[in-house]
């Protein structure tokens, strides 16, 4: 007699609370909507280079929010980027070579050296209106996020096991089908915990993005990087600790709605036989697998979008691989393309040697020093990062319990621009008989040793769970465990975390060798700190030997270093039968 009312009530409150989950979830799209709404006023507006920062805790909210949308728009950019580029260069033979090797390049240029060039562009190219300086900051943003993102999905596309890409060969997986079904959710894990260093990047680097002076035009917008440089600028404490703990209530806020789900999405992706016992969990996915205007959404829209785009890329690769009569005109556009891009390369070498011209003999020895000095500095970050971070992320992607308590801390303190801690570190190395030369390793530590760590997290994440049961049947000691387990499955993550970190050191050092302090510069030997210089005395034949320096140096290491460790990951470390 109870049984039907007991029934109902479950019914009824499941229905209510599957209308709250929808109700949440239409709020959140149209606030989403009217976010966009008030960016694209505010960038189709006037042009105003220098935007008064006010330091009130009342513009906090607006100011988190302008920050919060440049750093996604930035990061939405990165993972386009990332996901055609690392594809080209994973299967084109012709082109592997050269584009890891401008990849290494560009991710070790600093951020001070697009900064002129872009900046420039950009407001040419919208002189009326604020899109300009905008775009050019989000731009800026995407230099500190896409490199590591790039280089994660390559690694992860060469390592596919040989079973796999045989499987979808004897299925007829055309390029779509196979990008979407292997190639993708393959990389899921590795490019999520990118994705989250990524962003981490884009917080460091905020405050040289949002606030920056190009000889007599200030270019300032309002945000959160702005705010704590004002803040940091005027000695103010009460405003510093409002714009970091703003700073780090958005960052937990981020990692809850959407990293941690992520996580717990992707774990779906790892490559093993059996299922894993401790598995990530997000409410926020939970609550969003249970909402039945997403599944409307999904069901109506979603599923019959890319069936279309399936179906199309099919017809496509039909068309390609049926047999076609050679066109010679294709040869003739890419003889003429070829033409222009090696006349521009000369025209530009040809530039480049007549500003050099100008520089003095005292200027390549200071530039000569300065890179012995910023190398020896990467190194030191780079072994120590790597003394820690490696047992640290064995031990987080271990432990899915460690690494729900860890994953917010590491991805927290990745993201606090260390700049804005630098002041209160370089005090007390400098009452402990320290300076700069010691101080700048240090911030060049804290900007790097998260590529480690997060792409280890991910490798171990990533290790089979049967491969690791395997090893306890067997009652593998720790370093047996390590010798034939651990270190074997993170290798191709460590190679591409160790890359990216060395990338991040180079780029770290413009704000790690030279620092504005108490109305004051502080400097070292190193290439960064003249880069920074030349930046801000406006030398700009100085500011380009020192570039084609550090870039000189980045080939070498990557031909010498890291090329060979990653043809080692394709093939002694690839998980396949």
């Not at 031909?559 to 470390?573: C, D, K, N």
């Amino acid at each position: 007699m109870t049984l039907r009312p007991v029934l109902s009530r479950a019914v009824i409150g499941e229905r209510t609370w599957s209308a709250l989950l929808d109700l949440v979830v239409f709020a959140a799209v149209l606030a989403g909507i009217q976010g966009l709404l008030v960016m694209a006023k505010y960038w189709f507006g006037a042009m105003t280079p220098a935007a008064e920062i006010d330091r009130s805790p009342r513009a906090l909210p607006l100011y988190a929010f302008y920050s919060v949308v440049r750093i996604a728009i930035a990061y939405l950019l990165s993972l386009l980027f990332a996901l055609v580029y690392g594809y080209i260069a994973a299967y084109n033979k012709r082109l592997e070579g050269l584009m890891v090797a401008i990849l290494d390049i560009l991710q070790s240029i600093p951020v001070l050296s697009f900064l002129p060039g872009v900046m420039l562009a950009m407001v040419a190219l919208f002189p009326t209106r604020q899109l300009g300086v905008e775009f050019g900051a989000i731009l800026l943003i995407f230099t500190g996020q896409v490199w590591n993102m790039a280089f994660s999905f390559y690694a992860s596309l060469k390592s596919i096991p040989r079973e796999l890409r045989e499987a979808t060969q004897i299925y007829g997986f055309g390029k779509w089908q196979r990008f979407v079904e292997l190639e993708l959710p393959y990389g899921a894990i590795g490019l999520v915990w990118n994705s989250m260093v990524s962003v981490a990047g884009g917080w460091f680097f905020l405050m040289a993005c949002e606030m920056f002076v190009l000889g007599k035009r200030d270019f300032r917008l309002p945000g959160l990087g702005s705010y704590l440089q004002t803040a940091s600028s005027a000695r103010d404490t009460a405003a510093i600790f409002w714009g970091l703990g703003t700073m780090i209530g958005v960052i937990l806020l981020i990692d809850q709605l959407v990293w941690r789900p992520a996580i717990a999405w992707s774990d779906k992706f790892k490559f093993e036989q059996v299922e894993s016992g401790a598995q990530p969990h997000s409410a926020v996915l939970n609550l969003l697998r249970r909402s039945t205007l997403l599944a409307r959404f999904r069901i109506a829209v979603l599923a019959p979008l890319f069936e279309r785009i399936g179906l199309r890329a099919a017809r496509h690769t039909e068309t390609a691989e049926a047999p076609q009569p050679p066109s010679h005109w294709k040869m003739v556009v890419g003889m003429v393309v070829g033409a222009l891009l090696g006349g521009a390369i000369l025209y530009s070498l040809f530039e480049a040697a007549m500003t050099l011209k100008t520089l003095t003999k005292p200027e390549l020895i200071s530039t000569l020093q300065g890179a012995a000095a910023t190398w020896a500095r990467v190194i030191a970050s780079l072994l120590i990062a790597a003394a820690w971070t490696i047992p640290a992320g064995v031990a987080i992607g271990f432990n899915p319990k460690l690494a729900r308590f860890a994953q917010p801390f590491a991805q927290l303190a990745a993201s606090v621009p260390a700049t804005a801690l630098f002041p209160v570190l370089l005090l007390a190395l400098i009452r402990m008989g320290g300076g700069l030369g010691v101080g700048s390793i240090l911030l060049m530590l804290l900007g790097t040793q998260w590529y480690v760590l997060f792409n280890v997290v991910a490798g171990a994440m990533a290790i089979p769970t049967d491969l690791r049961e395997v090893a306890d049947v067997f009652h593998f000691g720790q370093w047996a465990r390590w010798r034939t387990v651990i270190l074997p499955g993170i290798f191709p993550y460590l190679v591409t975390g160790m890359v990216t970190a060395s990338g991040g050191a180079w780029n770290a050092s413009i704000v790690a060798e030279y620092f504005h302090f108490g109305g004051q510069t502080l400097q070292t030997t190193g290439l960064g700190a003249q880069i920074s210089s030349a930046t801000d005395s406006g030398n700009w034949d100085l500011l380009l030997l020192s570039t084609i320096v550090m870039a000189a140096l980045v080939v070498a290491v990557n031909r010498s270093v890291w090329r060979p460790l990653y043809r080692l990951a394709q093939t002694r470390f690839k998980l396949e039968g």
